[in-house]
């Protein structure tokens, strides 16, 4: 009876691993913590429930993107149709959920748009062998005009109850974005969720181990198309309304948050937990920034500094090592 | 018995709730948003959606000199400014940084038409004063929009090309970008007076982006195609000096053309000796929209839409608009003079 418990090994390893891999973006949390104590000494309001509430739902929307986009990176893929997803999103939630849809139908809607453009892209790319930046970036200009033909001025509507549950004064996004990490989580420890880093970092090595490569990559385009409509219907709750073009800035704000975040451009390498901060990041220093009253020219130039600081610090470190 | 005290009842009822209503407008005599609560000297937020262009640069010009005069006048302490670099959400989280940090008024050009609504209406709930101009916002929970009239423009532009070709001929129609809802507006505004003059052709139409360089290279290729041109009419200032410039490289006859207050065409108009008009989105809106969110945070009741009048520009005042070129930016706009007696009469004309 002297054979060591695997579970208990396992579990004895689970929190030394997850601190090794905090290793690369531990500037990026120290930079972020700074900015999040400064943000509550600036606003002491963001202690409060509905301060706590706005904040996280400005937030909401570029961490899903990011999560979007990491996921991609992650298996070695990228998307320029993330800010064009999420218009088509807010633009089929904005004119279906008021209809004889309602809201369990737009929401399906939503979602089936996004699992199944998310899947026809992955399967281009992958079962194709076309670049994803090309197939990406013809894919915005289709997916975008989609949402324009749906809707070409800025209208639709959003039922009140749904706006107010989602972006009232209740910290319901904040709840939903742990409810996501969460099943990110679990993914994870799925045969697709093990196979993306691999499928990412050594895909030929990873295919001759046995696993299923394209499965994990198509999979991945599919939850990142779910994660962009999603965004799309949340912004389009947040607004109250559709507009054709609100997802524009996302597609580069994605990419900024997912590098920020130790994302490699190489595939299989960095962490979501990265990307996440990365895309905090982004979001607090629009209100910190203003809280210190910064001009809109000191705005743009303080952004590059901090953002080129955050991801120089970790390699810093490495040079230094 | 019971059916006449029912009766009596019900107006009773009636009574009251007429005269609660008297009593609830009288309370409202103050403008939208405004609960009377904030005092002078106040902190104005100016929520922009795009600081690059030089036009938004120049309206930032009038805010800044109307807050210097309103600080001197005690009403105004500081002047809050955030840019939102084109993305409507960013604009979003910054209007709700301005209620955060409680300025009394927010001034704003939205980045989408629909898009900031429910954080306005979070704003115009707290009691913050909200002006809205030249990009409005679809929802009545703002303390006044402003704005001119785009379709006013395009007609005004017409009826002046159409006269001033003598009520037939072949023209040009210069359009800015498809799809953009103030190219689209003055466009239709043009359609009325086109359809009364049957014997004014219209040869060909063009959308470009609001650019000199563009709109040159596709009026030269009309050029090419249409030998006879009698009129321009153009509906965006960049855009006629760019016909102008086309004319003049193919060796052309200039034509009449309308247009926009940008330096550039004002001084091509002159050089060329044209016979033309201009109108203009004054700059001074954003120095209206703070005149005018001080006002309502001072009580004073103020409309819920100001429409602005267009200022023309013809050949009997272009010289006075060129003596004043060199106070602007020579990729600017020289627009119409402005002061309080203006703001006045414009808040008190609706």
């Given amino acids: 009876m002297s054979?060591?418990?695997?579970?208990?090994?396992?579990?004895?390893?689970?929190?030394?691993?997850?601190?090794?891999?905090?290793?690369?973006?531990?500037?990026?949390?120290?930079?972020?913590?700074?900015?999040?104590?400064?943000?509550?000494?600036?606003?002491?309001?963001?202690?409060?429930?509905?301060?706590?509430?706005?904040?996280?739902?400005?937030?909401?929307?570029?961490?899903?993107?990011?999560?979007?986009?990491?996921?991609?990176?992650?298996?070695?893929g990228i998307s320029l149709a993330i800010g064009a997803m999420v218009s088509l999103g807010a633009v089929i939630a904005a004119t279906t959920m008021t209809g004889p849809l309602g809201v369990a139908g737009g929401a399906a809607a939503v979602t089936l748009t996004g699992v199944g453009i998310g899947a026809a892209t992955g399967f281009i790319v992958v079962k194709l062998r076309l670049p994803a930046i090309v197939v990406t970036l013809a894919g915005s200009f289709i997916i975008g005009g989609a949402a324009l033909l749906i809707l070409p001025r800025p209208g639709g509507a959003i039922p009140e109850w749904l706006s107010d549950l989602?972006?009232?004064?209740?910290?319901?996004?904040?709840?939903?974005?742990?409810?996501?990490?969460?099943?990110?989580?679990?993914?994870?420890?799925?045969?697709?969720?093990?196979?993306?880093?691999?499928?990412?970092?050594?895909?030929?090595?990873?295919?001759?181990?046995?696993?299923?490569?394209?499965?994990?990559?198509?999979?991945?385009?599919?939850?990142?198309?779910?994660?962009?409509?999603?965004?799309?219907?949340?912004?389009?709750?947040?607004?109250?309304?559709?507009?054709?073009?609100?997802?524009?800035?996302?597609?580069?704000?994605?990419?900024?948050?997912?590098?920020?975040?130790g994302i490699g451009f190489l595939g299989g390498q960095g962490t979501m937990r990265g990307a996440l901060a990365?895309?905090?990041?982004?979001?607090?220093?629009?209100?910190?920034?203003?809280?210190?009253?910064?001009?809109?020219?000191?705005?743009?130039?303080?952004?590059?500094?901090?953002?080129?600081?955050?991801?120089?610090?970790?390699q810093f470190r490495k040079v230094q090592q | 018995m019971t059916k006449s005290s029912l009766f009596a009842s019900a107006s009773a009822l009636c009574l009251s709730v007429l005269l609660s209503l008297?009593?609830?407008?009288?309370?409202?005599?103050?403008?939208?948003?405004?609960?009377g609560d904030r005092k002078a000297p106040y902190t104005i937020g100016w929520a922009n959606i795009y600081s690059v262009p030089t036009w938004m640069k120049q309206t930032q010009g009038t805010i800044e000199a109307e807050v210097e005069t309103l600080k001197k006048q005690g009403l105004v302490d500081k002047l809050v400014v955030t840019d939102a670099q084109g993305d409507a959400n960013v604009q979003i989280q910054q209007i709700q940084s301005m209620i955060d940090s409680d300025v009394d008024a927010i001034i704003l050009i939205a980045g989408s038409s629909t898009a900031p609504a429910r954080v306005l209406a979070d704003a115009c709930a707290k009691g913050i004063a909200i002006i809205n101009f030249d990009s409005l916002v679809d929802t009545d929970q703002v303390t006044a929009k402003v704005n001119t009239d785009s379709a006013q423009?395009?007609?005004?532009?017409?009826?002046?090309?159409i006269d001033a070709i003598g009520g037939k001929g072949k023209i040009l129609i210069l359009n800015g970008p498809a799809g953009v809802s103030v190219s689209d507006d003055r466009r239709k505004g043009a359609d009325a007076a086109l359809k009364a003059h049957p014997e004014v052709t219209v040869l060909a139409e063009t959308n470009t982006p609001y650019n000199v360089a563009p709109a040159q290279e596709a009026v030269?290729?009309?050029?090419?195609?249409?030998?006879e041109i009698d009129g321009i009419l153009s509906l965006g200032g960049a855009l006629s000096a760019g016909a102008v410039?086309?004319?003049?490289?193919?060796?052309?006859?200039?034509?009449?053309?309308?247009?926009?207050?940008?330096?550039?065409?004002?001084?091509?108009?002159?050089?060329k000796g044209l016979k033309s008009w201009a109108t203009m989105q004054p700059n001074w809106l954003g120095a209206f929209a703070t005149y005018t969110a001080v006002q309502a945070l001072e009580g004073k009741d103020v409309p819920a839409f100001v429409k602005i009048p267009l200022p023309v520009i013809d050949n009997s005042n272009i010289d006075q608009y060129l003596a004043r070129a060199a106070d602007f930016p020579a990729d600017g706009y020289i627009y119409s003079p402005y002061d309080e007696e203006l703001f006045k009469k414009l808040l008190a004309e609706q």
């Avoid at chain 1, 009232?168 to 939903?176: H, I, M, R, Y």
């Avoid at chain 2, 030269?220 to 030998?227: H, K």
């Fill in chain 1, 3 to 76: 054979v060591v418990d695997p579970s208990r090994q396992a579990g004895a390893l689970y929190w030394p691993v997850q601190l090794r891999r905090n290793v690369g973006v531990r500037g990026l949390f120290a930079v972020v913590m700074a900015f999040l104590v400064a943000y509550g000494f600036l606003f002491p309001g963001l202690l409060t429930a509905s301060g706590f509430a706005k904040f996280t739902q400005s937030w909401f929307p570029l961490a899903l993107v990011a999560m979007a986009q990491a996921i991609l990176m992650l298996t070695g």
């Fill in chain 1, 166 to 261: 989602l972006a009232g004064n209740t910290p319901a996004a904040f709840v939903l974005l742990v409810l996501i990490v969460l099943l990110w989580k679990l993914y994870l420890a799925t045969p697709l969720g093990l196979s993306l880093y691999a499928a990412g970092e050594n895909p030929v090595g990873a295919y001759r181990s046995g696993v299923p490569v394209d499965g994990a990559r198509i999979a991945a385009y599919a939850i990142s198309g779910l994660l962009c409509t999603g965004a799309g219907l949340f912004v389009a709750a947040q607004t109250g309304s559709g507009d054709p073009v609100i997802g524009t800035a996302f597609t580069l704000n994605s990419i900024a948050a997912a590098v920020l975040g």
């Fill in chain 1, 278 to 314: 990365g895309s905090l990041l982004l979001s607090l220093m629009i209100s910190v920034m203003f809280f210190l009253g910064f001009t809109p020219v000191a705005q743009y130039v303080a952004q590059g500094l901090i953002i080129i600081g955050a991801v120089a610090i970790p």
């Fill in chain 2, 22 to 35: 008297g009593a609830g407008s009288q309370a409202n005599a103050a403008a939208k948003c405004i609960k």
């Fill in chain 2, 153 to 161: 423009w395009g007609d005004q532009a017409a009826k002046f090309l």
């Fill in chain 2, 220 to 227: 030269t290729s009309l050029l090419f195609a249409n030998p």
């Fill in chain 2, 245 to 271: 410039l086309a004319l003049d490289k193919q060796g052309r006859e200039q034509v009449p053309i309308t247009g926009e207050n940008a330096r550039q065409f004002l001084e091509l108009w002159k050089e």
